[in-house]
């Protein structure tokens, strides 16, 4: 009886988030649950998990030796090391010691101390197998990785081992923050990317893996383009064989040899030399094998999913760095949300594949003219024909994440729903791809997309026939599989049917034997199927003779069985146990058949996305009148009515106007110098000019009427410490740093935008060091630059730097009030304003008057003795100067290093010849 329940009750799901492959397929075979240590079946009580009586304290124990099972505890616990360690119980995964103390606080859920080890009691929770999946996100979001240990055999099997033996457990899984596939635990919209990084001699190697869709990347990079690469990748999870300046890695020491490195991905991807997917070099193949042993280690026997590495190198994409990005606000605003950030204002995709790849698109900007052209081609077809826009939305607003279903199935943590997703995802494919073809004047991307969209119907079919229409996500209940896929599938289920209904039947018979109206035939997982009335009407049937059998006595009612029920129940259980074993055995098949085609099936993933991302950025420019950028051989930055889209956007909800702006820089006038009043628009021109050149390249149109730009190598935004929080370092000291990467890095094909650079610092010092950078900007860097300031005196430089020209933000006072016009216009400012705008923020009359008194009088001093910039017009001697210093003089450095009492005569006369040598070659 109880087996018959138990195989209908298999449905104590174990934690189907961290089945590994071998360990389902044990489950799926036998078909047994686990033998419940807890009170009841019935879920965690209203009080929390805690209040279950703990299970290690049940244990028999010799004296001051562990439990057996506090001793398998411990020892999975070592091989955990760095991990919390969920220790499945039951319905449960428990945890103890300073795991349980780190999970209880974090998960704000009960400790509780029970048992004993060394003379101390345990504590001790633990989280509900039905709500793992919650309580494990927010242990990974809070930085912990969390080791797996699973039963690996059922409780009959341990029991034939030996009486007293605990059900042997293995660690199946360890779960970081980088190697997740789980719908619940990731962000549909965002990659998720674990990277390792090793260094080999002077270069960097990166391997990057998205195992929630098997992307995989390898590059070597130089030093200097460090930080950009991983301020691309915004890795979940980073890893490095040893600890690296200026960089957050946990340290992870195996596997990181290229030679071994090599044999496995060559093994991997069956290939005889990597050569078909690119270059890798020493670097990147040590980082790739750093990986794949830190990844070997996370998913334990199941391997996750990766396709072919794709060779990355810092060349191919514009060059951002990471305090770029932050000062561009491209996926995050200043204060941490996606909203408000670029990638906000610009995202109208409709899948979580297209989201993502447009973040990976803005994150990376394309060099190449002709791939970014392409890009444009497929936005402006869309952009052109709204109709076919609109057709496509709505199709792909509907469209499963194929690729994150096929990650997860390939990562042995599949279900069903997965293979339904795969199947819809596909033939909705097909459909794309019969109407996409039929456009006229196909772009060349179109056609490159269109083919990987086909060719899947086998595999369609064969789901649609094996699968209902919509197939659940937990297999312990069964019903996935179709009915008339398998005809021995389909009798068990009949029989199964015919035995509920007989069980029905009995229930009406029982009735009118018993003469109790309210007679039930119930379920449960413990009894299985029995017979409940109230306990008013027990009697009768506890009589020997009345031919039912008593099970359990509750509160208000009794429980019984009887031997037709039995019969009925075990045809109703075997039936059922039979069917699912072989739906399991079906699915395992489907799955292996979907994997077969996992390339293919991916390259269409991507393809959708890719046109998901075309059709968004289409909208997003039909949307505010956007236009096409076209491309110079030449530096030039050349827009028409440039908008902010993201200031746009916030403005238009408080119904005000955004106020257009050109910018024209060309290699005769690179400089723009920009000053005028505070709040006066400086910021957001400097911004959206750098956006603009961004969303060019990434291959999106642009928020202006007209743009011809020449191509960017690498972009840099700073700005002045005090509008920046400060990141450890003092904050005038994170701006220099920041500046002296610009002016080591910046080429002449690169964009700067330097937003009041040098004010963290005193009124000297900030205008000494501002002028200075102007002045390396236009003599070496000989970047395109956009400058703000609020030092007036800068504006003397455009008397000697030929490619500096002087442009404001116009304002005007009316009435004694200050009108910000929001408005460049070419030429300095008039003057700072700075009281008209301290008097718009607010400050208090009696401090206005004040300061107007003050001001007067500076301004007086500033007259007489021509102010602070005084003097300043001898620089250009003083920095000629600083470029002729005269190169040190070696006799006199030979000179300097000379330690008289160490040298033996003879090296002293040596010593002499070779000074001789020395003014010889000097002269
Ligand atoms: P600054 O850098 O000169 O202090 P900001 O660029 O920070 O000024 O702009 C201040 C505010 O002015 C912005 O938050 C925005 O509301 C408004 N603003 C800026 N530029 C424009 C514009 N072109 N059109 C309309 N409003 C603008």
Redesign the pocket.
């Known amino acids: 009886m109880t087996g018959a329940s138990q195989s209908l009750s298999a449905s104590a799901h174990p934690f189907g988030l961290s089945l590994s492959k071998p360990f389902a397929s044990w489950r799926e075979k036998k078909r047994k649950p686990f033998v419940r240590l807890r009170a009841s079946g019935r879920g965690v009580p209203p009080g929390g998990p805690s209040l279950y009586p703990p299970p290690v304290a049940t244990q028999t124990r010799s004296e001051g030796a562990p439990t057996p099972m506090m001793a398998q505890y411990l020892a999975l616990k070592a091989e955990a090391e760095g991990s919390l360690l969920f220790y499945r119980m039951g319905d449960f995964f428990e945890l103890f010691f300073d795991d349980a103390r780190t999970a209880a606080h974090c998960l704000d859920i009960a400790l509780t101390a029970r048992g004993e080890h060394d003379g101390a009691p345990i504590p001790m929770c633990g989280v509900p197998i039905h709500a793992a999946d919650a309580y494990l996100a927010r242990l990974i979001k809070a930085g912990h990785r969390v080791a797996i240990a699973e039963q690996v055999e059922s409780p009959a099997e341990a029991k034939k081992r030996g009486a007293k033996s605990v059900v042997n457990r293995a660690i199946v899984r360890v779960v970081t923050a980088g190697t997740l596939t789980e719908e619940a635990l990731l962000d549909s919209r965002a990659a998720n990317w674990l990277v390792a990084i090793a260094r080999v001699g002077e270069r960097y190697g990166l391997a990057a893996a998205d195992v929630s869709t098997g992307r995989f990347e390898l590059a070597s990079i130089a030093p200097s383009a460090l930080d950009a690469e991983l301020a691309r990748l915004d890795a979940a999870e980073l890893i490095a064989p040893e600890p690296l300046p200026g960089i957050e890695a946990e340290t992870w020491k195996m596997g990181f040899d290229s030679i071994a490195a090599e044999r496995r991905l060559k093994e991997r991807f069956e290939v005889a030399t990597l050569d078909g997917f690119g270059q890798f070099d020493r670097a990147a193949l040590c980082a790739a094998g750093g990986l794949l042993a830190y990844l070997d280690e996370a998913a334990r026997e199941s391997l996750p999913f990766l396709r072919a590495p794709v060779a990355r190198s810092s060349g191919d994409h514009m060059m951002i760095d990471a305090a770029t990005r932050e000062s561009l606000e491209l996926t995050m605003s200043a204060s941490g949300t996606r909203a408000g950030s670029l990638l906000a204002a610009v995202d109208r995709s409709v899948t979580g594949a297209g989201a993502r790849l447009l973040a990976a698109d803005l994150g990376a900007p394309l060099l190449d003219r002709a791939r970014i052209e392409a890009r444009l081609d497929l936005v402006a077809l869309f952009e052109g024909d709204g109709g076919l826009r609109d057709w496509l939305r709505k199709q792909l607003r509907a469209l499963p994440d194929i690729g994150r279903a096929l990650g997860r199935l390939a990562a042995g943590r599949g279900s069903p729903r997965d293979l339904g997703q795969l199947r819809d995802g596909l033939d909705e494919a097909r459909r794309l791809h019969d109407r996409l073809s039929r456009t006229a004047d196909q772009p060349d991307l179109l056609a490159d997309l269109l083919p990987v969209l086909t060719g899947h119907g086998a595999l369609v079919d064969l789901l649609a026939r094996a699968l209902v229409p919509a197939p659940p996500i937990d297999t312990a209940q069964g019903g996935y599989i179709a009915e008339g896929y398998d005809a021995a599938l389909d009798a068990l289920r009949a029989t199964g049917g015919e035995g509920r209904r007989a069980i029905a039947g009995l229930e009406a018979r029982y009735r009118t034997q018993t003469g109790i109206a309210t007679l039930k035939i119930r379920h449960n997982n413990v009894l299985g199927f029995h017979i409940e009335v109230p306990a008013r009407n027990a009697d009768p049937l506890m009589a020997a003779d009345s031919g039912f059998t008593h099970r359990q006595t509750l509160a208000g009612v009794v429980r019984f069985n009887a031997p037709d029920l039995h019969e009925q129940a075990m045809r109703v259980g075997e039936a059922g146990g039979r069917a699912l074993a072989a739906e399991a055995a079906h699915f395992e098949e489907l799955v292996e058949t979907a994997l077969g085609r996992a390339e293919p099936i991916a390259a269409a993933a991507d393809a959708l996305a890719r046109l998901d991302v075309a059709a968004a950025l289409a909208e997003r420019a039909a949307e505010s009148g956007w236009c096409r950028p076209r491309f110079d051989e030449a530096a030039c930055f050349q827009v028409e009515a440039g908008?902010?889209p993201v200031?746009?956007e916030?403005?238009r909800a408080s119904s005000?106007?955004?106020?257009?702006?050109d910018c024209a820089l060309s290699e005769e006038s690179r400089l723009w110098l920009v000053t005028?009043?505070?709040?006066?628009?400086?910021?957001?021109?400097?911004?959206?000019n750098a956006l603009i050149i961004l969303l060019a390249q990434a291959g999106a149109f642009v928020p202006a009427a007209s743009a011809r730009l020449g191509l960017v190598d690498r972009l840099f935004s700073r700005v002045g410490a005090s509008d920046n929080l400060a990141r450890g370092r003092s904050t005038f000291m994170v701006e220099m740093v920041e500046t002296a990467a610009i002016l080591a890095q910046a080429s002449p094909r690169s964009f700067v935008i330097l937003?009041?650079v040098g004010r963290g610092t005193s009124t000297y010092d900030g205008l000494a060091i501002a002028w200075a950078v102007v002045e390396a900007i236009h003599d070496k860097s000989k970047c395109r630059c956009l400058f703000?300031t609020h030092y007036h005196e800068l504006t003397r430089l455009a008397e000697r730097l030929d490619a500096l020209s002087l442009h404001h933000?116009r304002a005007r006072e009316w009435k004694g009030d200050l009108v910000?016009l929001?408005?460049v216009a070419a030429g300095p400012a008039d003057r700072s304003y700075g009281i008209a705008v301290a008097k718009l923020a607010g400050l208090p009359p009696p401090v206005l008057a004040r300061a107007k008194s003050v001001l007067d009088r500076l301004e007086k001093g500033r007259a007489a003795t021509g102010g602070i910039a005084a003097g300043l017009d001898d620089l250009p001697l003083f920095a000629a100067a600083a470029q002729d210093e005269p190169a040190p003089d070696p006799v006199r450095a030979a000179l300097a290093a000379i330690e008289p009492d160490s040298l033996a005569p003879r090296e002293a006369l040596e010593l002499i010849y070779r000074l001789k040598r020395l003014q010889a070659e000097g002269g």
């Not at 005000?656 to 702006?661: L, P």
């Open positions: 908008r902010h200031v746009e916030a403005l005000a106007r955004f106020v257009a702006n005028g009043p505070n709040m006066g628009g400086k910021s957001t021109f400097l911004r959206q937003d009041e703000a933000v910000l929001h408005e």
